[in-house]
């Protein structure tokens, strides 16, 4: 019996896992938020502020509709995961993440 629960278990645990971005997350803004390079997210843009690249999580938190952030060529791109076709795609060049507590699904 314990054999079987430990392999539901493991199972369970694998197909959670799977849905879970590859990304080695760095940590921003005082834990606030996750941030990678050469990631984009697509879509929902809400607003677009021009920032340096370290300044754009810190522009996300401080809008409440901000859910996730791209930025590329000084230019920070507010987002909001309305769960409708909202993905990650790695692009060359720029910087994206999400503030935690905020961001919904599908990323962490």
């Avoid at 810190?58 to 309305?82: D, E, M, S, Y």
């Amino acid at each position: 019996m314990k054999f079987c629960l430990r392999s539901v278990i493991l199972l369970v645990t694998t197909v959670l896992m799977s849905n879970v971005s590859a990304r080695n997350w760095k940590e921003g803004d005082g834990g606030l938020i996750r941030w990678d390079f050469d990631c984009n997210f697509n879509l929902h843009d809400i607003q677009f502020v021009p920032t340096l690249p370290e300044q754009c999580g810190g522009t996300c938190i401080a809008n409440p509709q901000c859910t996730h952030f791209t930025h590329v060529g000084g230019t920070c791109a507010l987002k909001r995961n309305t769960g409708s076709g909202f993905r990650e795609d790695s692009l060359s060049g720029h910087t994206c993440g999400f503030v935690l507590n905020r961001s919904g699904q599908p990323f962490p």
